[in-house]
């Protein structure tokens, strides 16, 4: 498998309930790296700007609303399969339909508040994490 790098971020509500350690570690025993990690504040234009896909649909307004609610943290995760591992450590959108022991299954309230975020594809990781990282803040660790 390929060494991948994907965008991962835990949303205003994993924040809230004092979840960042327990979701970072689920990523470092899966055998994933932190290459970069911030806590940040996004503003509206941010998280609309990072949702432009969503926007239009009826939830876009409640998802900004929610990603700028409180802090998120943001952090680049390295490894092999790094986005798919990732997706499957997350579980599906739905904390209903994500399989049990998911960070989703485990953490998240809704389809709308579900704890993490993660890339869907390359070129999703590659636009996300350029939005959130200049290249001297992305480590090489091997
Ligand atoms: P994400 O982008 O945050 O990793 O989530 P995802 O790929 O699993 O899901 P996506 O379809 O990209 O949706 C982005 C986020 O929008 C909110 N959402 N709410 N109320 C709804 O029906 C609904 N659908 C999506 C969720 O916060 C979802 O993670
Ligand atoms: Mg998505």
Not at 13 to 32: C, M, P, T
Not at 48 to 72: C, I, N, R, W
Not at 77 to 105: C, H, K, Q, V, Y
Request: a negative charge.
């Amino acid at each position: 498998m390929p060494e991948q790098q994907t965008l991962s971020i835990i949303k205003p509500d994993a924040v809230r309930k004092n979840l960042i350690g327990a979701i970072e570690s689920r990523f470092e025993q899966a055998g994933l790296k932190i290459v970069a990690l911030k806590m940040i504040q996004l503003s509206r234009a941010q998280a609309e700007g990072f949702y432009a896909e969503h926007q239009g649909k009826p939830f876009f307004e409640g998802l900004v609303d929610f990603m700028t609610s409180g802090p998120v943290c943001v952090q680049v995760l390295s490894g092999d399969n790094a986005i798919t591992r990732n997706r499957e450590l997350m579980g599906a959108t739905n904390p209903e339909e994500a399989a049990p022991g998911t960070i989703r299954a485990d953490y998240a309230e809704s389809v709308s508040i579900n704890a993490a975020h993660g890339s869907d594809s390359p070129e999703s990781a590659a636009r996300e994490i350029a939005y959130f990282f200049e290249p001297g803040e992305i480590f090489a660790r091997s």
